[in-house]
T-cell receptor, first 114, second 115 residues
Framework: AQSVAQPEDQVNVAEGNPLTVKCTYS??????LFWYVQYPNRGLQFLLKYITGDNLVKGSYGFEAEFNKSQTSFHLKKPSALVSDSALYFCAVTPQGGYSTLTFGKGTMLLVSP | EAQVTQNPRYLITVTGKKLTVTCSQN?????MSWYRQDPGLGLRQIYYSMNVEVTDKGDVPEGYKVSRKEKRNFPLILESPSPNQTSLYFC??????????????FGPGTRLTVL
């Protein structure tokens, strides 16, 4: 069975500093990996995904994520955090090949202070 | 505007009173899904549908029913709600079912309280 671990319930960072939200996964075979963001009282929004190819994936709002197969990780990063980035972030995984359900992590709350 | 809509957005009900949460998408997506979100547990899939008349159980299907009679609609039915079904529910859709690499589009959520 596939699984996702987001080891930090909350990440605090000051505006202008770089941010990292961690994600590790377990899946049979090669993965498709996703990051979603949830702003207060809103549904989830897609940020970026890894399908194949370049290990560094660029997404919306200046976010990027690095796929590391040997460490089974897909950490979300941004060079300079904004207060408006404060939200709940979810990592998700599904195995490549045919259809399979998407498994989400428990989420990490990112708080960016002014 | 391309979107997934859910109704109602908020619902307070009592144990045992049947209810339906509607979900509709206007993007001609094949795949639709229902999730529930609970604190500390993230999102867990309830049911999903690969296309019209094709539905399957997710990770937590007990106490729920779904139907997919039309491509755009995917209602979630709670025949006899119980307090442990108090949760935030999300409907989602994606373009096609043959592969899992398509991102999902989420509705705004339905906050359900069962007393």
């Amino acid at each position: 069975a596939q699984s996702v671990a987001q080891p930090e319930d909350q990440v605090n960072v000051a505006e202008g500093n770089p941010l990292t939200v961690k994600c590790t996964y377990s899946v049979s075979g090669n993965p498709y990996l996703f990051w979603y963001v949830q702003y207060p009282n809103r549904g989830l929004q897609f940020l970026l995904k890894y399908i194949t190819g370049d290990n560094l994936v660029k997404g919306s709002y200046g976010f990027e994520a690095e796929f590391n197969k040997s460490q089974t990780s897909f950490h979300l990063k941004k060079p300079s955090a904004l207060v408006s980035d404060s939200a709940l972030y979810f990592c998700a995984v599904t195995p490549q090949g045919g259809y399979s359900t998407l498994t989400f992590g428990k989420g990490t709350m990112l708080l960016v202070s002014p | 505007e391309a979107q997934v809509t859910q109704n109602p957005r908020y619902l307070i009900t009592v144990t045992g009173k049947k209810l339906t949460v509607t979900c509709s998408q206007n993007m001609n997506h094949e795949y639709m899904s229902w999730y529930r979100q609970d604190p500390g547990l993230g999102l867990r899939q309830i049911y999903y549908s690969m296309n019209v008349e094709v539905t399957d159980k997710g990770d937590v299907p007990e106490g729920y029913k779904v139907s997919r009679k039309e491509k755009r609609n995917f209602p979630l039915i709670l025949e006899s709600p119980s307090p442990n079904q108090t949760s935030l529910y999300f409907c989602a859709s994606s373009l096609e079912s043959r592969s899992s690499y398509n991102e999902q589009f989420f509705g705004p959520g339905t906050r359900l309280t069962v007393l």
